[in-house]
DNA sequence: CTCTATGCAAATAATTTGCAAGCAC
DNA sequence: GTGCTTGCAAATTATTTGCATAGAG
C-alpha cells in the first residue's frame, strides 16, 4: 500500500494560519481553539488573537490541512491532517488520550448504503468512546 | 425465546420528564431541548421551563429512554429510543432530514477493535451526511 | 493607494447553576 | 414537615461579528 506520502507544503497561508497550523502540528493530542490560543500566547511574543485563532482554523479545514472534531462536549477540535485525508478516534474516559483509527471503517460501508437507502455519503463522524489498554489494567487493580 | 417486546412503560419520571419524553416521542425528527421546550409551551398551557427540559432531557438519557446526537452544529439533538438502544442517522445536507441506519456497523468492530488496540468500547458516535435519494433528484435538476 | 488580515470588544447562543417557592408523601 | 421538583434569573462558555487599524503588494 503506498501511501504517497507527500505532506503538501501548507502555501498560501496568512500569518495566523500558518502559526496556527505549526502550533498544531506540534502537538499530537486533539486540541481546541481556546487551546491553541493558548499555547499560542505562551509560545510567542506576539501571538495572534483568539479571533484570528477561529478564522485561521476555520480556512485551514476549508482547505483540508485540519480536521474538526466534535466530541460533544461543548467544543470543537483540531488536528492536522494529511490534506483531504480523515480519521476517527478511539477516546479514552479514563486518561482522556485519543488514537487513532488507523482505518476508516465507514468508508466500507458507502457502497453498500448507497445502494440500501439511496444515500449518497458526503462526510461523517464517528468517535469510539472507552477505556484504553492502560486504563483498563490501572482500573482493575 | 420470549422477545418480550414491552416498550418499558416509563416510570418514575418527574411530570416534567414525562411532558418532555411525550413530546419528544410525537416527533420524528431529531429535536433540540429549545425545539422541546418551545412545542411544550405552544401545546399545553402550562410547560414546564426550559431549565427543566434541560434537566429532564439529561435523566432521561441516563435512564436509555432517550438518545443524545451531536452533530457538531453547537446544539444537542435528542430522540426516543427503546431503552438501551441507540442508532445512528444519514442526515441529508439538502433537506435537513435524518433517517435511522436500521443497523450500527460499529458494533462489528468491537471485537476487531478490542483485540487490535487493546481498547474496550463503551460507546460511540456515527453521523453520515450526504445527500438523500430524495435531493439527488432535486440537485441533479 | 487598495485590499486583505488582524484584533479588540461587544454580541450571540446554548447550557448550567443558585436559590427560593411548590408539591408530594 | 422533609425532600425532591421546578422556574426564574444570573452566570458561564464557546464562538461569531462589527468595525477600525495594520500590513502586503
Given at each position: 500500500m503506498t501511501t504517497h506520502k507527500a505532506t503538501h507544503k501548507p502555501a498560501n497561508l496568512t500569518k495566523g494560519a500558518q502559526a496556527v497550523l505549526d502550533a498544531l502540528g506540534q502537538v499530537k493530542e486533539l486540541s481546541s481553539a481556546q487551546d491553541i490560543y493558548g499555547r499560542l500566547r505562551q509560545t510567542g511574543e506576539k501571538a495572534p488573537g483568539l479571533t484570528t485563532v477561529y478564522r485561521a482554523l476555520e480556512s485551514l479545514v476549508q482547505l483540508g490541512y485540519v480536521q474538526a472534531v466534535d466530541l460533544g462536549d461543548g467544543e470543537k477540535l483540531y488536528e492536522v491532517v494529511e490534506p483531504g485525508e480523515h480519521h476517527h478516534h478511539l477516546v479514552c474516559?479514563?486518561?482522556?488520550s485519543s488514537n487513532h483509527?488507523?482505518?476508516?471503517?465507514v468508508e466500507e460501508f458507502e457502497d453498500a448504503i448507497r445502494s440500501k437507502y439511496g444515500f449518497q455519503i458526503k462526510s461523517h463522524v464517528l468517535e469510539i468512546f472507552g477505556v484504553c489498554n492502560t486504563c483498563q489494567a490501572k482500573t482493575s487493580r
Open positions: 474516559e479514563g486518561c482522556g483509527l488507523d482505518q476508516c471503517m
